[in-house]
């Protein structure tokens, strides 16, 4: 038994608490000890990587798990990166780290009941963020999304615990040997509670990134607040559907298809007809969990393979966006992005970075996934899905180019004001970006890692 799984969680739990506790503590320090956070779990996490799969007290260690904790920690990024900008306040960025513990609970925990228990806390530290930067004012809408977390969290948790009835055990692994066994016929129980759990996850992959997606202005709490859900529900789904609900795949494998499908047709359209960047995102973040779930359907491992590569890409093109967006000042103004990339090169850089690796096209890391994708769709036969993902694709396509040529198009100066001209975004999202195309170009590295991560299971 071994404790080293869990220091990732121990370390973001020790700075949310420092940031919570030392309620004295002025914006920069308490970005700072934020930083330091990301920065110690983002190593340790790394360094599990490289060294043998762990197991502790109901935790493990493995590639999916370090890979995982990575990725998490990129998503919570913006956070900290966006912070001499824009300067969370320190209950918000405490909140953060706490959401990102639980997150990188729920991807480390072996059990089935600790690994809904920590997303149902996920989901409601989502809720808090998302609901204190709603248009409505006062707390309204952090009760509603929050009663909303906690019957969705409620959901999952009873899901779990009638598969745990089914099978006679928590563990993922044993709960897969039970399942794969010949002797055992898990009826209808099983499945029902397989329903149960993904309609639970319904409100971290559907209703948080419409939340932003509704919404006049979002802050970076409430962007990172609906990405660190979405990301740490999408890969707790694809655990748990490689391991412990694997054996009944030819139960849940048509459900999930036509949900990815209408995810990823519906998130495109919703895309499109968006003027705005922020808007646009939320929906492009229900397009990114139908092509995750998508990546789930094939039998060969290369949907595992292709899952994880559209997590790492995604998951990077939202955060380079959020940084980007979230430190313009004067967003209200007509068109919020006209002009943006004369304004600022490095800033329209970035987001043309972002939205194109979105789309998926060549020389940015979201065509290597993309590529895997439709590879392991169409050695599977899953030729209708192929199609809808490749439509859905076009879609998406369209829409992001439109914003594209919306952050390049010139702009009247009259119609511009002088707190506009003044547009400064971080250097880490141009840094980002760079890091999209290089992993675009020389995808390799990105391809064997999702490889060994995709062995895993």
Partial sequence: MSLLPAVPFVIVTLAAGAIVLLRRLDDETAAGLAGIGLAGAGAAAALLWRGDPLTGPGVGADPFTSAMGLVLCGAAAPAVLAARHVRPRPPQLGVILLTLAAALAAVAARDLLGVSAALGVVWMGAAFLVGADADERGFVPIVRLATMAGWAGAVLLFGAALAVVSVGVSDLDAIRLRVAAVSLDPGLLLPAAVALMGAACAFGLIVLPLQVASAHEVSVEAAVGTLVPLTATLAVIV????????????????????????????????ALVQARLQRAAGWLGVTYAGIVLAALVPTVRGGTEAALLLMVGWTGALACAVVAVTTVPGRDAPGPLAAFGWRDGRGGFALTVALLTMAGLPATVGFPARWRL???????????????????????????????????????????????????????AVVVAVVLVGLGIWAAPLITAAARVAATF
């Fill in 239 to 270: 655990r748990l559907f490689s391991t412990a609900f694997d054996p009944i795949r030819n139960d849940w494998v048509p459900v999930v298809s036509v949900s990815s499908g209408l995810l990823m047709l519906g998130g495109a359209v919703g």
């Fill in 374 to 428: 439709f590879e392991a769709l169409a050695a599977d036969g899953r030729v209708e899905l192929a199609l809808t993902t490749a439509a859905a694709g076009l879609v998406v396509l369209a829409a992001c180019l439109r914003l594209v040529r919306r952050i390049w198009e010139p702009m009247p100066s009259s119609r511009v004001r002088l707190g506009e001209r003044q547009v400064r975004v971080p250097t880490a």
